[in-house]
């Protein structure tokens, strides 16, 4: 006698239930189906079925579980090879050495970029301390335990922040940053105001942003206002101050006591064209994201 069980198994005799079941998906339904099906056969024999379906069903998910794994590790690789390893070995770093107990950094934000692969990113540079010179990097170092004081020159236009809780200055000294604007003829429309907070949400004035996640620095930076935004944007980098609206922003930190390597980047989505801004420039070193190396004093 030949049966066709709910379960997809075939039958002649119980020397032949080793004709198993084979659904692609083997579940809980499935074992629940095939006891139903062969209880009256006894226990033994079902044991030895439900046994042989469970080794299966634990073998599928193990093989995907390791499939899994192995494409999150590939695209981790990747992204530390393309993104992050081949550009810390072709960056220059600007050393910033102290003086007095304090050091200088100096960076400016821009809308575009003067590199041949992507001129079209939004990105930052960095003064050396030495020359003056902008470089095209995000890369400087800094001696541990020494105040910071970071000046950003603001040329990019203005963009609301995605999470209004970025306006608030985070992590600097006293909690505030100084901030002077100016129009494209050098004159001040804002003048040294010292302020914790830079209310994107309530005027079109915040370009960027600068942060230090792992040292609670979240710093909103200042940008020419939405008139002078949609009209007179500096637009070959690197910019300078003439004939260019901008904003001028200071502030200072203490670099921490222990050495070592830590990630700074903008918290604003200005990775156009990338899946809600947040690729591009924003992931890639020498763009919107850097690293300040604490060196021993």
């Known amino acids: 006698m030949t049966e066709l069980l709910p379960c997809g198994a075939r039958w002649e005799h119980k020397e032949i ?42 073998a ?37 050495t102290a003086s007095s107990g304090q ?19 939004v990105s930052y540079y960095t003064q050396d301390q030495s020359t003056k010179q902008w470089l095209h990097t995000t890369l400087f170092s800094v001696p541990a335990n020494t105040k910071v004081n970071v000046t950003i020159y603001g040329y990019d236009g203005c963009t609301p922040l995605r999470n209004n809780y970025f306006s608030q200055v985070q992590g600097t000294l006293g909690g505030t940053v100084n901030v002077t604007q100016f129009d494209e003829h050098g004159k001040q429309y804002v003048t040294n105001k010292t302020t914790s907070l830079i209310n994107s949400w309530s005027d079109c004035n915040v370009g960027h942003s600068f942060a230090i996640p792992e040292l609670g620095i979240f710093v909103p930076v200042a940008s020419p206002n939405a008139q002078l935004s949609a009209n007179n944007l500096c637009s070959s980098s690197p910019c300078t101050t003439a004939g260019n609206p901008y904003a001028l922003e200071t502030f200072s930190f203490m670099s921490p006591k222990a050495t070592g390597t830590y990630r700074w980047q903008c918290f604003v989505p200005c990775g156009g064209g990338y899946l809600d801004g947040n690729s591009g420039p924003m992931q890639t070193l020498g763009f919107m994201m850097g690293e300040m190396d604490v060196v021993s004093s």
Do not use: M
């Open 17 to 58: 239930l080793h004709h198993r079941c084979y659904r692609p998906a083997v579940t809980v339904r499935l074992l629940a189906e095939c006891d139903l099906a062969f209880r009256w056969q006894g226990p033994l024999l079902l044991r030895g079925l439900r046994s042989e379906v469970v080794r299966v069903s634990v």
């Open 60 to 96: 599928a998910r193990a093989a995907a579980l390791i499939v899994a794994f192995l494409c999150v590790v590939g695209v981790g690789v990747f992204v530390a090879v393309y993104y992050i390893g081949s550009a810390t070995t072709q960056l220059p770093i600007v050393h910033y």
């Open 103 to 121: 050091v200088n950094v100096v960076l400016q934000e821009d809308a575009q970029n003067d590199s041949a692969t992507k001129p079209d990113w």
